[in-house]
Each structure stands twice: as C-alpha cells, then as structure tokens.
C-alpha cells in the first residue's frame, strides 16, 4: 500500500548506510562530468544529505519510528550499497578506457597529419632545389629535346606518391578500425548470454515479491548462470530498475 511504501521509504532514508548509498549514487552521476555540471552535481548531494539529516532529526525528536524489521533492513541496505558501489567501479573503468582508446585516436591522428606534413615538406624542398640548382640531367633533356624520359620521370613519381598515399590509409586505417572494434567490444561486452538471463529471470518471477537474492542465492545463480558475481549483482540492480 501506500502507507508501507511510505514507511518503507522512510526507514531507507533513516538508516546508517543511507549516506554512502547517495553518495555512490552522485558517483555514478559524475564520471565523466566536469566543470559547472560536477559543482551542480555536488551541490544536489550536499543538499539531500542535508535534507536527509534535518529529517532524520525531527522524526527523532518526535519520537518517530517504523515497523519494518530491522535485519531485513539492514540486509537491504548493505546489499544495495554493495551492488551500487560495484557498479561505480565498474563505470570508472568503462569510462578510462573509453578515455584511453581516445587519446590513442589522437596520437594516431597526429601521427598521420605529421608524416602528411612532412611529405609535403620534402616535396616542397626538393622542388626549390630542383628550381635553384643548375641544369638537372631532365633539363638537359628537354634541351636536347627527350621529352620521353620527363614524362617518365613525371609519372614515377606520381606513381610512387600514390603508393605513398595508400601505403599510409592501409596502415593507419587498420590501426583506427582495430581501436573502434575494441571499443565497440568493450561496450558489447555486458551483454549476457540467453541461456543466463532466463535463469535470472526464472528467479526473479518466483520472488518477485522481494526481489533481492541473499548471498546463498547468489551462489547458486552464479553456479546456473556461469556467470561471475558482478554480472548477476548488475544484472538484478538494472532489472530491478526497469520493472519494479
């Protein structure tokens, strides 16, 4: 009923561990976050932990208290803050590594524009010496009328920068799709298998009053699931979230 719901609420926002709850939760919110977005951020928790505390203080001056047993509680509450600070570390590490694919995208990219660069340097200095030198062998050529071997010459090098050209687009090109595919990998990579999640979700509809397995429960999940405990403790917290 409402009333439970209420009470329930209530008694979560009473509790010791309520505090790291929120703050994991405002954890999760700022990776990645800068500037005016994390001081906004920090702003909101600071005023519902502060909210939380007035509260708190009140309903203890008045007496107040709640009917929810308080081993269930306190089970609810370390198996959520668990879970949620799981679920911290793990967003941390997703989002290094999203950072460190991008930084090597950069090098890379600066790598190309750098021989690019370079290429053309050369080019443009051999052009000044070719312009500044004396009579060149072509020169003496086309004095002697053997257009021939300039057009030979012309079209070597044509051919040899356009060798150039796809020698570098092979090389980097395979570098920049190889990172995109690990990313791509590591975003893929909380996907769980079928086989898995019908297990969990067999489980779930059987307990969907309290959707909240116990450590035993774990175990046995981990066990018909294959998976490890970081995935089945992500994967309730997300369902959860969804249909409850």
């Known amino acids: 009923s409402a009333t439970d719901s209420e009470e329930m609420t209530l008694a979560v926002r009473a509790h010791p561990m309520y505090p790291r709850l929120v703050e994991a939760y405002y954890e999760c919110r700022q990776i990645g976050a800068e500037g005016d977005v994390l001081e906004a951020l920090d702003r909101e928790r600071d005023a519902m932990l502060y909210s939380v505390q007035v509260m708190n203080e009140d309903a203890s001056s008045s007496g107040g208290a709640h009917d929810v ?26 989002y290094e590594d999203a950072k460190s694919c991008c930084r090597e995208l950069e090098t890379r ?9 370079k290429s053309a340097d050369i080019r443009g200095e051999a052009a000044e010496s070719k ?20 057009l030979s010459n012309s079209q070597q090098r044509r051919d040899h920068e356009e060798r150039l050209r796809e020698a570098l687009k092979r090389k980097y090109a395979s570098s920049i799709m190889t990172l995109k595919s690990e990313f791509m990998r590591k975003r ?43 995935q089945v ?3 309730f917290i997300n369902f959860r979230k969804r249909h409850w």
């Open 188 to 230: 893929k990579k909380g996907k769980l298998p079928d086989q898995s999640t019908e297990v969990l979700k067999n489980w779930w509809s059987e307990n969907i009053v309290w959707p909240y397995p116990t450590e035993d429960d774990k175990r046995e999940l981990i066990a018909q699931t294959k998976l490890d405990a970081t």
């Open 233 to 235: 403790n992500n994967w």
């Open 69 to 94: 047993p308080q081993r269930d509680l306190d089970r609810f509450m370390r198996e959520c803050t668990h879970e949620l600070e799981s679920y911290v570390k793990e967003l941390h590490a997703l």
């Open 131 to 150: 312009r500044r030198a004396p009579a060149t062998a072509a020169e003496h050529a086309a004095a002697s009328g053997d257009f021939d071997q300039i």
């Open 109 to 117: 990219a600066r790598k190309v524009r750098s021989d690019v660069v």
